[in-house]
């Protein structure tokens, strides 16, 4: 299996950058598809974004599109998310998961499609 730790989650201000990291160890790294969710104060989980296993597809959601970037460096083990534009409403814990057999966009948008996830990095953006 693969352990995951998060990072470089902290407060910013209103259309400020932050870059969260998910560093990984144990089995190899590039075998697995990386996702990024998010959940806010008293709201359920929900999908950010995905990287396939070499990086060469990204899908983000809508919320997130134009403003947050995800991507992969398998030399160091790590999938990163670059976010900008930070809204009041990006305030939410962050996790990162990993998944050998996503099978398609659908499932990769879904909780249960990942078997292995970190424990989160609260990330606050103030007005």
């Known amino acids: 299996q693969v352990q995951l730790v998060e990072s470089g989650g902290g407060l910013v201000q209103a259309g400020g950058s932050l870059k969260l990291s998910c560093a990984a160890s144990?089995?190899?790294?590039?075998?697995?598809?990386v996702g990024w969710f998010r959940r806010p104060p008293g709201n359920e989980r929900e999908f950010v974004a995905v990287?396939?296993?070499?990086?060469?597809?990204?899908h983000h959601s809508d919320a997130v599109k134009g403003r947050f970037t995800i991507s992969r460096d398998n030399a160091e083990n790590t999938v990163y998310l670059q976010m900008s534009s930070l809204k009041p409403e990006d305030t939410a814990t962050y996790f990162c998961?990993?998944?050998?057999?996503?099978?398609?966009?659908?499932?990769?948008?879904?909780?249960?499609?990942?078997?292995?996830w970190g424990q989160g990095t609260q990330v606050t953006v103030s007005s």
């Open positions: 144990g089995r190899t790294f590039s075998n697995y598809a």
């Open positions: 990287i396939t296993r070499s990086g060469g597809l990204a």
């Open positions: 998961a990993a998944s050998a057999s996503l099978n398609g966009l659908g499932s990769a948008t879904k909780e249960s499609a990942y078997p292995y």
